[in-house]
C-alpha cells in the first residue's frame, strides 16, 4: 500500500479500512504499507500491517528518479521501495487526492513514476477511491494522460473525478464511495476516557476540525471558524471541541490553527481542544460524542457522517461537494471562500435545530453507502483473477494416500479424485493418459476402470498426446466418465459433445494447467544428453520425484537396469526451443473449461515442499461437490486460498527474464546441434 501515512489521520483511516476489506475479502493477505516517514513505523500499534518508513517516497520525483536506477542494475537495488515493489503482488496506491492541478507538479509526476514503477516490476498498479482532476495545466494533463492508463484499475470516489479523467480520455473508471465509511470506531468507554483525559465538559457539545490546508489558501478561514465557535457559544450555549486532524514531526499542522482560533475568541470557558495524537478510530470514537460536527478534514467528515453525526463541510476542493451531496446533505457544504458569514451561520443553526431529523436521514442511507465502499475489494479480486475463467473458489491441496501423493505430478489429487469418484461409483471409469506398453516414449489415452489403471497414468506427459482413437471410442461407449486433459483437448471433446458425436457421458471434466506442450524432439534431446537411443529406454518421466522429490527431474530408466536423472532445469532451459508452435497462441492456461483445473503449488510458500502440491480452480456446481466429498471423507487435504495466488501462478514473465530465456534456449540450440548435426 502506498500513497499513505500515519501523520494524517485521514490517511490512516484510509490505510486502517483498506486492511479491513483486504482481511475481509482475501484469504490472510500480508499488507505491506510503505509510508512517506523516513524511518521503519513499528508495527506493534497497528497489527496485521508491516509499517515501512521510506526515504524514496519523499515527494520527490528527483528522488523517484534515483530509485528507478537501481532497476537497471546498480547496487542499490536493496533499498526499501525497490525490494518492496519487488517482493509485492500488487501495489495499491490509497492517496487521497494526489493528482490534480490543486497538487505540485512533483506530486503528479511521483504518482506517475510510481505506476511505471510497478509495470517495470510487472505489478498490477491499482488506485484505490480518491479524487483525480481537474488536468487544466499542459504539463499534469501530459503524464497523467500518458501513464494513467497502465494502472490495472482506477476506482474514484466522485462523478467530478471521473468527469476529468474522461476529459482527457481515460476510460474504465469505477465510482464507489470512500473507504473511511467503513472504519470501526474506537469502544464509547475509549472515548470517554480521551474526554474525560482532556477534561471536556459533557455533552452537549459541536465539534470542529479545522484544516491547516484550508488557512493556506484563505486567511480569513480563521475569523470564519471564530465567528462560527463564538455563535455556538453564545447563541446555542453549547460547548465547542476542536480535534487535530494532522500530527507533524515539524511544521505548522492543524493545531496551529486550533490554537489561531482559540487565541481569537472571546469566551473560552466552553471551548475544549485535544491536540495530542490519536488513532483515526480513537477520533471517530470521539466525533461520535458530538451534537454536530463542523469537518474542513474531508476524512473527519467522513468519520461524522458515517456514524450519523449532522455534519457541515467547510472544503477546499470539490470533492466536499460530492461527499455531501453523496449523503444527500449538499446543503450544508460549504466553499472555504464563503466569505459570507451569516449565511454560515444560518447553516449552523439550522444544523443544530435539525440535528435529530438528519441523523435519522443519515441512519436510512448510511448502510448502503458502507456496503458500496466495499465493492473496491471486489473490484481488485475480479482484477487479480483476470485470465483465470469463471470459478467458484481456489485451493491448494494433495491426496491423503502418500502413494498416491508420491505417485502424482504435483499433490496426486488428480488421481485421488479419479480413484475417489470411482470408487464412490459417481463414474464408470477415467479417461486418462499413459505411456503405451509397446512405446514408452509414446503417450496412449485409455479409459481407466481401477485404481491400479488410473495410478499408472498419473504424472504429467509434456508430449503431444493423440486423442482421436479415445474421441472416436466415446462415440460408441455408453457409459459415465471423468476425462483429464489439457486445455485443447477438453475444447475438442466439448465441441464433439456439442455436436452430439459422443454417446458417453462424461461427468467431469478436469482440466490441466498448461503453459505449452514439447514436441517428440525434446525426447531426443534428452536421449542425446544422456548418449542413449530410443530402443534402449524402458521408462520416460518427465518430472520424477525419484531423485530430488518435487518438483521433480527428468528419469530414464533403461532396460539394463540403469537409472538416470537430468535435472529439471534442462527441461525448462530449452522449453522454448521444442515449444509446439501453436501452443505460443493459447491464451487458456487454466483449462477455462474444465469442471475443475489442476496445475502446481509453484508458489513461495511451497518451494520447500518435495512432496508436492496441487493448486486447484473449482469452476463447477459438480467439481466443487466433488471437492467437498472428497474432503469430508478425508481423502483429500483441501485449504482455500487467494484465487489472486493462482494469477501469481500465471503472471507473465517480465521481459527481461524473456529475453534471458530465449538467449539461453539459442545456447541450448548450437549445443544441440553441435551433438546432433
Ligand atoms: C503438457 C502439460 C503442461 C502443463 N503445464 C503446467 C504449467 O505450466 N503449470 C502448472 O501448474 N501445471 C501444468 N501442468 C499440470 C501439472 O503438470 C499436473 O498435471 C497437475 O498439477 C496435476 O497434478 P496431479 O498430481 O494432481 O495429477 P496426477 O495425479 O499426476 O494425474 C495427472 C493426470 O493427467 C493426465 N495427463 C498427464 N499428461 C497428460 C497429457 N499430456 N494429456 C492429457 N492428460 C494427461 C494423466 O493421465 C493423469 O490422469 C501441465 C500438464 C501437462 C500435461
Redesign the pocket.
Same mark, same amino acid.
Given at each position: 500500500m502506498i500513497g499513505g501515512d500515519f501523520v494524517n489521520k485521514g490517511a490512516e483511516a484510509m490505510i486502517l479500512s483498506t486492511q479491513a476489506i483486504l482481511n475481509k475479502y482475501f484469504v490472510n493477505p500480508e499488507i505491506i504499507v510503505a509510508t512517506y516517514e523516513k524511518k521503519n513505523i513499528g508495527s506493534k500499534k497497528y497489527p496485521g500491517l508491516k509499517i515501512i518508513g521510506n526515504k524514496w517516497l519523499k515527494g520527490k520525483a528527483i528522488l523517484y528518479a534515483k530509485a528507478v536506477i537501481p532497476v537497471i542494475g546498480t547496487k542499490l537495488i536493496k533499498g526499501n521501495l525497490i525490494k518492496r515493489y519487488e517482493q509485492a503482488d500488487v501495489i495499491i496506491n490509497i492517496g487521497g487526492f494526489s493528482i490534480s492541478d490543486k497538487q505540485s507538479i512533483q506530486g503528479n509526476i511521483v504518482y506517475c513514476i510510481e505506476i511505471m514503477l510497478s509495470k517495470l516490476f510487472n505489478k498490477p498498479f491499482i488506485a484505490f477511491p480518491q479524487d483525480m482532476g481537474p488536468f487544466k495545466t499542459m504539463i499534469r494533463r501530459f503524464f497523467i494522460k500518458r501513464f494513467l492508463p497502465n494502472s490495472k484499475l482506477i476506482v474514484v470516489r466522485s462523478k467530478e473525478s471521473k468527469k476529468y479523467l474522461e476529459e482527457i480520455g481515460i476510460k474504465n473508471v469505477h465510482i464507489t464511495p470512500d473507504l473511511a465509511f467503513i472504519l470501526k470506531p474506537s469502544s464509547k468507554k475509549r472515548a470517554e476516557e480521551i474526554l474525560a483525559k482532556h477534561k471536556v465538559a459533557k455533552c452537549p457539545f459541536v465539534c470542529i476540525i479545522p484544516n491547516m490546508r484550508v488557512y493556506e489558501r484563505n486567511k480569513k478561514y480563521v475569523d470564519t471558524l471564530s465567528s462560527i465557535v463564538n455563535f455556538i457559544v453564545d447563541k446555542l450555549e453549547t460547548n465547542v471541541l476542536f480535534l487535530s486532524h494532522e500530527f507533524k514531526k515539524s511544521g505548522n499542522d492543524d493545531r496551529f490553527v486550533i490554537n489561531k482560533v482559540i487565541d481569537n475568541i472571546k469566551n473560552k470557558n466552553k471551548v475544549f481542544k485535544i491536540t495530542e495524537e490519536y488513532s483515526a478510530p480513537d477520533l471517530k470514537a470521539i466525533i461520535s460524542k458530538a451534537d454536530i460536527l463542523i469537518s474542513s478534514r474531508f476524512h473527519g467528515a467522513i468519520a461524522g457522517l458515517s456514524i450519523c453525526v449532522p455534519t457541515i463541510v467547510i472544503g477546499w476542493a470539490h470533492k466536499y461537494k460530492e461527499l455531501m451531496t453523496l449523503v444527500k446533505q449538499e446543503k450544508y457544504s460549504v466553499d472555504y471562500q464563503d466569505v459570507d458569514i451569516e449565511k454560515i451561520m444560518d447553516k449552523v443553526n439550522d444544523l443544530w435545530k435539525n440535528k435529530t431529523n438528519i441523523k435519522k436521514d443519515l441512519e436510512s442511507i448510511i448502510l448502503k453507502i458502507k456496503k458500496d465502499a466495499e465493492q473496491p475489494a471486489l473490484l481488485l479480486k475480479g482484477t487479480l483473477s483476470e485470465g483465470i475463467g469463471k470459478f467458484k473458489d481456489t485451493y491448494v491441496g494433495?491426496?491423503k494416500d502418500k502413494n498416491?501423493?508420491a505417485?502424482?505430478?504435483?499433490?496426486?489429487?488428480?488421481?485421488?479424485l479419479?480413484i475417489y469418484a470411482l470408487e464412490k461409483k459417481m463414474i464408470d471409469g477415467?479417461i486418462? /493418459?499413459?505411456w503405451s506398453k509397446k512405446d514408452p516414449l509414446l503417450?496412449e /489415452?485409455f479409459i481407466?476402470r481401477s485404481k491400479e489403471e488410473?495410478l499408472q497414468?498419473?504424472?504429467?506427459?509434456?508430449?503431444?498426446?493423440k486423442m482421436s482413437e479415445i474421441f472416436r471410442k466415446l462415440k460408441h461407449i455408453k457409459g459415465n466418465f471423468a476425462f483429464?486433459?489439457?486445455p485443447c483437448?477438453l475444447k475438442a471433446l466439448k465441441k464433439l459433445e456439442k455436436k452430439g458425436r459422443i454417446q458417453a457421458k462424461i461427468s467431469f471434466y478436469?482440466g490441466?494447467?498448461?503453459?505449452? /506442450?514439447?514436441t517428440f524432439k525434446f525426447q531426443d534431446y534428452i536421449l542425446s544428453v544422456i548418449h542413449m537411443d530410443k530402443k534402449d529406454v524402458k521408462e520416460f518421466t518427465y518430472?520424477s520425484k525419484e531423485w530430488r522429490g518435487w518438483p521433480g527431474d527428468i528419469q530414464v530408466k533403461l532396460k539394463d537396469g540403469t537409472v538416470k536423472n537430468i535435472p529439471k532445469e534442462y527441461r525448462m532451459k530449452v522449453k522454448p526451443l521444442f515449444t509446439i508452435k501453436r501452443c505460443w497462441n493459447c491464451s487458456n492456461?487454466t483449462n477455462k473449461l474444465s469442471d475443475i483445473s489442476?496445475?502446481?503449488?509453484?508458489l513461495p510458500e511451497f518451494r520447500r515442499d518435495k512432496l508436492?502440491t496441487?493448486?486447484i480452480v473449482s469452476r463447477t456446481k459438480s467439481g466443487e461437490m466433488l471437492l467437498e466429498k472428497a474432503k469430508h471423507d478425508d481423502v483429500i487435504e483441501l485449504d482455500k486460498i487467494d484465487s489472486s495466488k493462482i494469477k501469481q501462478?500465471l503472471k507473465k514473465r517480465s521481459f527481461i527474464k524473456y529475453v534471458l530465456a530465449k538467449i539461453k534456449s539459442v545456447y541450448f540450440k548450437l549445443e544441440y546441434i553441435k551433438r546432433n548435426g
Amino acid at each position: 500500500m502506498i500513497g499513505g501515512d500515519f501523520v494524517n489521520k485521514g490517511a490512516e483511516a484510509m490505510i486502517l479500512s483498506t486492511q479491513a476489506i483486504l482481511n475481509k475479502y482475501f484469504v490472510n493477505p500480508e499488507i505491506i504499507v510503505a509510508t512517506y516517514e523516513k524511518k521503519n513505523i513499528g508495527s506493534k500499534k497497528y497489527p496485521g500491517l508491516k509499517i515501512i518508513g521510506n526515504k524514496w517516497l519523499k515527494g520527490k520525483a528527483i528522488l523517484y528518479a534515483k530509485a528507478v536506477i537501481p532497476v537497471i542494475g546498480t547496487k542499490l537495488i536493496k533499498g526499501n521501495l525497490i525490494k518492496r515493489y519487488e517482493q509485492a503482488d500488487v501495489i495499491i496506491n490509497i492517496g487521497g487526492f494526489s493528482i490534480s492541478d490543486k497538487q505540485s507538479i512533483q506530486g503528479n509526476i511521483v504518482y506517475c513514476i510510481e505506476i511505471m514503477l510497478s509495470k517495470l516490476f510487472n505489478k498490477p498498479f491499482i488506485a484505490f477511491p480518491q479524487d483525480m482532476g481537474p488536468f487544466k495545466t499542459m504539463i499534469r494533463r501530459f503524464f497523467i494522460k500518458r501513464f494513467l492508463p497502465n494502472s490495472k484499475l482506477i476506482v474514484v470516489r466522485s462523478k467530478e473525478s471521473k468527469k476529468y479523467l474522461e476529459e482527457i480520455g481515460i476510460k474504465n473508471v469505477h465510482i464507489t464511495p470512500d473507504l473511511a465509511f467503513i472504519l470501526k470506531p474506537s469502544s464509547k468507554k475509549r472515548a470517554e476516557e480521551i474526554l474525560a483525559k482532556h477534561k471536556v465538559a459533557k455533552c452537549p457539545f459541536v465539534c470542529i476540525i479545522p484544516n491547516m490546508r484550508v488557512y493556506e489558501r484563505n486567511k480569513k478561514y480563521v475569523d470564519t471558524l471564530s465567528s462560527i465557535v463564538n455563535f455556538i457559544v453564545d447563541k446555542l450555549e453549547t460547548n465547542v471541541l476542536f480535534l487535530s486532524h494532522e500530527f507533524k514531526k515539524s511544521g505548522n499542522d492543524d493545531r496551529f490553527v486550533i490554537n489561531k482560533v482559540i487565541d481569537n475568541i472571546k469566551n473560552k470557558n466552553k471551548v475544549f481542544k485535544i491536540t495530542e495524537e490519536y488513532s483515526a478510530p480513537d477520533l471517530k470514537a470521539i466525533i461520535s460524542k458530538a451534537d454536530i460536527l463542523i469537518s474542513s478534514r474531508f476524512h473527519g467528515a467522513i468519520a461524522g457522517l458515517s456514524i450519523c453525526v449532522p455534519t457541515i463541510v467547510i472544503g477546499w476542493a470539490h470533492k466536499y461537494k460530492e461527499l455531501m451531496t453523496l449523503v444527500k446533505q449538499e446543503k450544508y457544504s460549504v466553499d472555504y471562500q464563503d466569505v459570507d458569514i451569516e449565511k454560515i451561520m444560518d447553516k449552523v443553526n439550522d444544523l443544530w435545530k435539525n440535528k435529530t431529523n438528519i441523523k435519522k436521514d443519515l441512519e436510512s442511507i448510511i448502510l448502503k453507502i458502507k456496503k458500496d465502499a466495499e465493492q473496491p475489494a471486489l473490484l481488485l479480486k475480479g482484477t487479480l483473477s483476470e485470465g483465470i475463467g469463471k470459478f467458484k473458489d481456489t485451493y491448494v491441496g494433495y491426496s491423503k494416500d502418500k502413494n498416491i501423493r508420491a505417485a502424482g505430478q504435483s499433490g496426486g489429487l488428480v488421481s485421488a479424485l479419479l480413484i475417489y469418484a470411482l470408487e464412490k461409483k459417481m463414474i464408470d471409469g477415467a479417461i486418462v /493418459t499413459r505411456w503405451s506398453k509397446k512405446d514408452p516414449l509414446l503417450p496412449e /489415452t485409455f479409459i481407466a476402470r481401477s485404481k491400479e489403471e488410473i495410478l499408472q497414468a498419473a504424472k504429467s506427459k509434456y508430449c503431444p498426446v493423440k486423442m482421436s482413437e479415445i474421441f472416436r471410442k466415446l462415440k460408441h461407449i455408453k457409459g459415465n466418465f471423468a476425462f483429464v486433459g489439457v486445455p485443447c483437448q477438453l475444447k475438442a471433446l466439448k465441441k464433439l459433445e456439442k455436436k452430439g458425436r459422443i454417446q458417453a457421458k462424461i461427468s467431469f471434466y478436469f482440466g490441466l494447467f498448461c503453459d505449452r /506442450t514439447l514436441t517428440f524432439k525434446f525426447q531426443d534431446y534428452i536421449l542425446s544428453v544422456i548418449h542413449m537411443d530410443k530402443k534402449d529406454v524402458k521408462e520416460f518421466t518427465y518430472r520424477s520425484k525419484e531423485w530430488r522429490g518435487w518438483p521433480g527431474d527428468i528419469q530414464v530408466k533403461l532396460k539394463d537396469g540403469t537409472v538416470k536423472n537430468i535435472p529439471k532445469e534442462y527441461r525448462m532451459k530449452v522449453k522454448p526451443l521444442f515449444t509446439i508452435k501453436r501452443c505460443w497462441n493459447c491464451s487458456n492456461k487454466t483449462n477455462k473449461l474444465s469442471d475443475i483445473s489442476f496445475g502446481d503449488a509453484w508458489l513461495p510458500e511451497f518451494r520447500r515442499d518435495k512432496l508436492g502440491t496441487s493448486l486447484i480452480v473449482s469452476r463447477t456446481k459438480s467439481g466443487e461437490m466433488l471437492l467437498e466429498k472428497a474432503k469430508h471423507d478425508d481423502v483429500i487435504e483441501l485449504d482455500k486460498i487467494d484465487s489472486s495466488k493462482i494469477k501469481q501462478e500465471l503472471k507473465k514473465r517480465s521481459f527481461i527474464k524473456y529475453v534471458l530465456a530465449k538467449i539461453k534456449s539459442v545456447y541450448f540450440k548450437l549445443e544441440y546441434i553441435k551433438r546432433n548435426g
